[in-house]
């Protein structure tokens, strides 16, 4: 969804899109950290498998086991920050795929005990990293935690509380860490998560605001960026898995579909219960002109949705529904209309009911009911402009001009 946010808000997102948990190496006069390090592994993949609230669980065990460790305290944050976003709907390619236009979103104010555990966390391990680095100012693994805390803490400065340009500004210091570890450490391909994201997202930033990240401090440049990340995927580091979710968006937004599912598929053999995967999978073949692909691919993840207990994001059938609608339609298949319905019914977010309502008004068009047309172009105009979503609003005004003297 081309929000008027998204550009900066990837800058900060896809960096740490799931929840990372980068190893730091403790002295061993501290306590032990290997039980840890296993209660870390076996969160990071609950998390990415979507079972927040026990990947929370065993993060907490892992704080209390190694107290003097930045990284659980990290990736405890992650988690707590990712489930804010998760249960506002903020998690797929569709939010950050559009152009900045404002420093200040008015969002909804996430649980006040999540919100005062991801500050709690994100400054213990801000202030562990900083007493490692100022301890070890030529330790690459410190620098690489201390960006990768301030990286966080910028994500959540934009993403949740909507300050944007604060967000962006805090992310220029995690910036600054990480092209310090590639410095120091050539060979930590890790580190190139952050750096590449950055560097590809200010290249696509407006051009006035490209000049001010330059200014700020940040490196630019698509292909180096690309570059990058493509290098922490094939390294073996932790941040493997982000730099992957990295690419999904950076593939979607150079439309490089082709390798973007395939990235996808390779999630899904990982993450098998991410149905949010799935979902992603279908809304890029979706992109690329496939359509039966997508068709395909989201009526199976219908399919495992409708046998789903665990917390789902909100309208998540409805949003479903809208892609799978949209691929049916494609294809001229009759049922587009049912799916299309149901992803304007109540509990859909706005701008997935204005998008739906725009291809009904597409199809309403095709067979000549112009007046039917026109209703649902108006409609969807007033939804995507209450979702911030000017590339619908674009779509439905376009709409609403070809139903005009007909």
């Not at 969160?43 to 460790?69: I, W």
């Not at 934009?158 to 910036?175: N, P, S, W």
């Not at 053999?269 to 995967?277: G, I, K, T």
């Not at 992109?287 to 409708?306: H, K, N, P, V």
Request: aromatic residues 6%; charged residues 25%.
């Amino acid at each position: 969804m081309r929000r008027p946010w998204p550009v900066i808000g990837a800058l900060l997102v896809a960096t740490t899109i799931s929840p990372s948990a980068y190893r730091s190496v403790v002295p061993s006069v501290h306590l032990p950290i290997e039980p840890s390090v296993d209660l870390r592994s076996e969160a990071l993949d609950l998390a990415y498998n979507l079972d927040h609230e026990a990947a929370m669980e065993r993060l907490r065990r892992a704080v209390a086991a190694a107290p003097s460790d930045a990284a659980p305290r990290r990736t405890l944050a992650s988690v707590v920050w990712l489930n804010i976003l998760f249960s506002r709907g903020a998690v797929t390619v569709d939010h950050y795929l559009g152009s900045f236009t404002r420093t200040q979103v008015a969002l909804k104010q996430p649980p006040e005990h999540l919100a005062a555990e991801f500050k709690r966390n994100v400054a213990e391990a801000l202030s562990l990293a900083q007493q490692r680095v100022k301890t070890n100012p030529r330790d690459a693994q410190a620098h690489y935690d201390l960006g990768a805390a301030l990286g966080l803490d910028a994500s959540y400065i934009a993403t949740v509380e909507g300050r944007l340009m604060a967000g962006f500004r805090a992310a220029r210091r995690c910036y600054d860490e990480h092209e310090r570890v590639l410095e120091l450490d050539r060979s930590r391909t890790d580190a190139g998560l952050v750096v590449g994201t950055y560097r590809y997202l200010v290249a696509s930033l407006p051009v006035h605001m490209r000049m001010l990240a330059y200014v700020a401090g940040f490196g630019g440049g698509k292909e180096r960026g690309i570059e990058l990340l493509e290098r922490a995927v094939a390294g073996s580091g932790e941040a493997r898995t982000d730099a992957m979710f990295a690419l999904v968006l950076v593939y979607n937004r150079e439309r490089r579909f082709d390798d973007a599912l395939r990235v996808l598929r390779q999630l899904r053999e990982s993450y098998p219960r991410n149905r949010l995967v799935v979902l992603e999978q279908g809304a890029t073949a979706l992109r690329g002109g496939r359509a039966a692909e997508a068709e395909s691919i989201l009526t199976g993840g219908l399919a495992t949705l409708a046998r789903e207990t665990r917390p789902r994001i909100p309208g998540e059938e409805q949003l479903w529904r809208y892609k799978r609608g949209a691929a049916r339609a494609a294809l001229g298949r009759q049922d587009a209309m049912d799916d299309l319905r149901f992803a304007t019914s109540s509990g859909a977010q706005a701008w997935v009911a204005g998008r739906a309502r725009t291809e009904l008004g597409r199809l309403a068009l095709k067979r000549g009911d112009v007046s039917t047309a026109r209703d649902e172009a108006r409609q969807a105009d007033a939804l995507c402009r209450q979702g911030n979503d000017p590339a619908c609003v674009e779509d439905a005004r376009r709409l609403l001009r070809n139903t005009n003297g007909r």
